[in-house]
């Protein structure tokens, strides 16, 4: 089984501020990674991914990620947000082989102040 | 990607009433996966639908309660039975999509209120 957790609940920046969103995972199998966003009252959108290759990732809206086999940790970065970066941020893991479940974390709400 | 419609996107329902959510994918998939997320929650896995074939629970959620239908590969319905306050979530549908199905799209939910 998998487990996803996300080590910090909220987290508050000021804007132009860079920003580092945790994520740690657990699995016996290897696993394909993701981060989605939710903005508020609308439904999710995959921010990025590692399925393969490179283990730094880019996504849209100028985040990234790093995704540490050693440290089973996939953290989402952003050099500097906006106040249109506000929403929840939501870790994931999905086991490559076998079941096709999407196992989540308890999302991140990073909230922009100007 | 795929394009997910829901329907009812909300609403706002009595104890002890059903309602069914439909969703409609714009190309064929073989697995449609509902899940649930409570408020200020996460997202947990209510069932995987093939079609063809019954449901796959996940535990927790049985079929009594939440009963799937999957008539074809575009389209699927979560019904919430017997619905109470602690029903109250938003209900998600989404299909693996991209090179190798690889990626879950969601469509955009539908926020069900219970009174």
């Known amino acids: 089984a998998q487990s996803v957790t996300q080590l910090d609940s909220q987290v508050p920046v000021f804007e132009e501020a860079p920003v580092e969103l945790r994520c740690n995972y657990s699995s016996s199998v290897s696993v394909y990674l993701f981060w989605y966003v939710q903005y508020p009252n609308q439904g999710l959108q995959l921010l990025l991914k590692y399925l393969s290759g490179s283990t730094l990732v880019k996504g849209i809206n100028g985040f990234e990620a790093e995704f540490n086999k050693s440290q089973t940790s996939f953290h989402l970065r952003k050099p500097s947000v906006h106040i249109s970066d506000t929403a929840e941020y939501f870790c994931?893991?999905?086991?490559?082989?076998?079941?096709?479940?999407?196992?989540f974390g308890q999302g991140t709400r990073l909230t922009i102040n100007p | 990607s795929a394009v997910i419609s829901q329907k009812p996107s909300r609403d706002i329902c009595q104890r002890g009433t059903s309602l069914t959510i439909q969703c409609q994918v714009d190309s064929q998939v073989t697995m449609m996966f509902w899940y649930r997320q409570q408020p200020g929650q996460s997202l947990t896995l209510i069932a995987t639908?093939?079609?063809?074939?019954?449901?796959?629970?996940e535990s927790g959620f049985v079929i009594d309660k939440f009963p799937i239908s999957r008539p074809n590969l575009t389209f699927s319905t979560l019904t919430v039975s017997n619905m109470s306050p602690e029903d109250s979530s938003i209900y998600l549908c989404?299909?693996?999509?991209?090179?190798?199905?690889?990626?879950?799209?969601f469509g955009a939910g539908s926020r069900l209120t219970v009174l």
């Open positions: 994931a893991v999905r086991p490559i082989q076998g079941a096709q479940k999407l196992v």
């Open positions: 639908a093939n079609q063809g074939s019954e449901a796959t629970y």
């Open positions: 989404s299909v693996l999509t991209g090179p190798g199905a690889n990626v879950l799209t």
